[in-house]
């Protein structure tokens, strides 16, 4: 009797062990086809940031920024800034644009010490706004991964960004 229960307990386990496997194997092949088209469209991959369920990608291309299914412009972002806890520790603002240098507004979230939220907003003009007009805040949302992940991540959107916007200050 003893010997059925360990055999039944150990084929659960190889069943379970199975179908985590599968999972896995579809997973990194969705990812991989995702990574795949973005390289078809001419896109350059920066990061891939982990969101809620899955991981979003941001990346580039000659005329826009891409995050996840959002569009960002290169000829309007007019500002870039990295966030800790909603806090911004490093900036940069494009001199064709009238932006003040305060910080961005972005809700703070209370996560605790130990789980420090990296972030990057990125600052862009309405489309055929004047220069001094209000802006739009994209929130790239890095995450709050302990062991620097999150910063690397933030750091790599942030200084692709900060690269485009210093070339038109040129």
């Known amino acids: 009797m003893r ?19 599968t999972t896995l194997h579809f997973y990194r092949r969705r990812r ?12 350059t991959i920066v990061a891939e940031i982990p969101s809620a369920d899955d991981l979003t990608l941001f990346s580039e291309d000659d005329g826009c920024f891409y ?16 966030l800790i806890n909603g806090i911004p520790i490093a900036a940069v603002v494009s001199s ?5 240098t305060q910080p961005s507004h972005v809700e703070d979230r209370p996560e605790g010490i130990a ?6 907003a990125i600052e862009t003009l309405q489309p055929g706004a004047a220069p ?12 709050a991964i ?10 790599a ?9 210093e070339g038109k200050n040129r």
């Open 3 to 21: 010997d059925l229960v360990a055999g039944l307990i150990a084929l659960a386990l190889v069943i379970a062990a199975a179908s985590l496997a």
């Open 32 to 43: 991989e086809r995702d990574r795949a088209g973005q390289h078809a469209l001419g896109r």
């Open 67 to 82: 995050y996840g299914d959002r569009t960002i412009s290169k000829s309007i972002v007019v500002a870039a800034r990295v």
């Open 96 to 100: 064709r644009a009238a932006v003040s």
């Open 115 to 120: 789980r420090d939220r990296w972030d990057v």
């Open 132 to 143: 001094g007009a209000p802006t739009e805040v994209v929130v790239i949302e890095c995450g």
């Open 146 to 155: 302990r062991e620097r992940v999150s910063q690397e991540l933030a750091r």
């Open 157 to 165: 959107v942030f200084d692709v960004v900060k690269r485009e916007i």
